[in-house]
C-alpha cells in the first residue's frame, strides 16, 4: 500500500473510509503515515462538533407560522358547511359531484 492520503486518514478518523481495515493495517506499519495521522486526529479533536439543539413544544406552531403566510387563500366552503368542517365541506363536494350527470349527459358510472 502507498501512504495515505490526508483524505483518507481524515476519513479514517471519522470512521467513513471504506477500506478501514488495510489503513489500520498500513498505520500499524508505517511510522510517517502514523505520525501524519496523529497530528490530524489531534486537529480533529480541538473542533469541537456543538450538540443539534432538540425542537421545543412550539416547534410545530413555529413551523406553521412560517408556512400558512405562503399557502394560497382556502376556497370559499360550499353552502351548509361551515369553514371549521374541513372533512364535512369535502364530504358536500364529493355528494354533489355523483348526484351531477357526465359531460356527456350519461349518468356516473
Ligand atoms: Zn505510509
Same mark, same amino acid.
Given at each position: 500500500?502507498? !501512504?495515505?492520503?490526508? $483524505?483518507?486518514?481524515?476519513? !479514517?478518523?471519522?470512521?467513513?473510509?471504506?477500506?478501514?481495515?488495510?489503513?489500520?493495517?498500513?498505520?500499524?506499519?508505517?511510522?510517517?503515515?502514523?505520525?501524519?495521522?496523529?497530528?490530524?486526529?489531534?486537529?480533529?479533536?480541538?473542533?469541537?462538533?456543538?450538540?443539534?439543539?432538540?425542537?421545543?413544544?412550539?416547534?410545530?406552531?413555529?413551523?406553521?407560522?412560517?408556512?400558512?403566510?405562503?399557502?394560497?387563500?382556502?376556497?370559499?366552503?360550499?353552502?351548509?358547511?361551515?369553514?371549521? $368542517?374541513?372533512?364535512?365541506?369535502?364530504?358536500?363536494?364529493?355528494?354533489?359531484?355523483?348526484?351531477?350527470?357526465?359531460?356527456?349527459?350519461?349518468?356516473?358510472?
Amino acid at each position: 500500500m502507498t !501512504h495515505c492520503s490526508e $483524505d483518507d486518514l481524515i476519513l !479514517h478518523y471519522y470512521g467513513e473510509l471504506p477500506s478501514q481495515r488495510d489503513l489500520t493495517q498500513h498505520l500499524d506499519t508505517c511510522a510517517e503515515c502514523a505520525a501524519a495521522y496523529q497530528a490530524i486526529a489531534d486537529t480533529m479533536r480541538l473542533v469541537a462538533i456543538p450538540d443539534v439543539p432538540g425542537r421545543g413544544d412550539a416547534y410545530g406552531r413555529e413551523v406553521w407560522q412560517q408556512i400558512r403566510a405562503r399557502l394560497p387563500e382556502r376556497p370559499a366552503p360550499a353552502p351548509g358547511t361551515t369553514p371549521e $368542517d374541513p372533512i364535512g365541506s369535502l364530504l358536500s363536494q364529493l355528494g354533489d359531484n355523483q348526484q351531477k350527470p357526465a359531460p356527456d349527459g350519461q349518468a356516473p358510472k
